[in-house]
């Protein structure tokens, strides 16, 4: 199996740092686990790696879909099997945060039947606008297992879960437990640290995201990408569009902080329980390349 490791964690975690180390360590390249990384030109609210960091280390699934287009756990996997059939003497370390591309790639995916695309096309039209949060709390109730931890502005997420019980019959969570084609186990490394540095490391990282070029990022997309893509529900970006004062953009940029900080919550308890991997402790670690690598080496 090509890919030496999967590495996960919450955002702002501390994962992008260490895959490099590691990368290099291994002359390995980096493929990236990330719902939103995917999109072109939407680089720097989604933290996707600097020019520098892909010059030193090649990255895969970063930085190349379409605005337009949506991105699934489906295509992930054919991405990525595309990619490790193409080159099987190479080596990937799998880095990222949206867990359930990682699942899907290991167990395989559910065995849905293909579901006519008017059901999609009319959940899309009804999420437009203030329809959304009846779609956020249609999918909660009829099938709370998928819905848990979704964010109500994840307009993807609730489209699917709606898709697939209107389309099918049955919870998309059932189908979840009836899988095929997976590639099978991974060494997986969780990082972790706590709570409060984790918070403050995220804070951070939104202000450095602004004295980057971010605000100028949304303002040069948006002469370009219309704002119906599916790359614009990246968090962030419509609000910093639809922001009109300093005092709108300081909001926006609260708002970001506390939503990232949420969701980084809801990460930590997904890979805690629902990926078997080893935990590596990031606060208490001072070498935690080092520590990989051991067990690596030794498995």
Not at 132 to 142: D, V, Y
Not at 190 to 199: G, P, V
Request: hydrophobic share 40%; charged share 25%; proline share 4%.
């Amino acid at each position: 199996m090509p890919i030496v490791i999967a590495l996960v964690g919450a955002t702002g975690i501390g994962k992008s740092s260490l895959a490099l180390e590691l990368a290099e360590k291994f002359h390995a390249q980096i493929v990236s686990v990330d719902s939103r990384q995917v999109y072109r030109g939407f680089a720097i609210g989604t933290a996707q790696p600097a020019p520098a960091e892909l010059a030193k280390v090649r990255h895969h699934l970063v930085n190349f879909l379409d605005p337009m287009q949506t991105y699934s756990a489906g295509d992930f996997c054919q991405d990525v099997n595309r990619l490790l059939q193409s080159s099987p003497r190479q080596k990937y370390i799998l880095v990222g945060g949206t867990g359930l591309y990682l699942q899907s790639l290991m167990l395989g995916l559910p065995k849905i039947p293909k579901i006519a695309p008017a059901v999609r096309e009319n959940l899309e039209r009804d999420a437009l606008g203030s329809g959304l949060i009846n779609l956020f709390k249609m999918a909660k109730e009829a099938d709370p297992e998928a819905m848990a931890n979704v964010d109500s502005n994840n307009v993807q997420r609730i489209v699917r879960v709606l898709e697939v019980w209107q389309g099918t019959g049955r919870k998309l969570s059932e189908w979840q437990k009836e899988r095929e084609g997976g590639i099978g186990k991974l060494p997986v490394f969780w990082l972790n640290r706590s709570r409060e540095n984790l918070y403050v490391r995220i804070d951070a990282r939104v202000d450095q995201m602004m004295a980057d070029g971010w605000m100028d990022e949304v303002h040069s997309l948006a002469q370009t990408v219309p704002l119906a893509a599916p790359a614009w529900q990246s968090l962030g970006y419509r609000e910093l569009l639809a922001a009109k004062t300093d005092r709108d953009v300081d909001a926006v940029l609260d708002g970001v902080k506390r939503k990232t900080r949420n969701y980084a919550k809801r990460q930590l308890t997904w890979f805690r329980w629902q990926v078997e991997s080893t935990e590596v402790d990031l606060d208490l670690n001072s070498n935690p390349a080092e520590t990989i690598a051991k067990q690596i080496q030794s498995a």
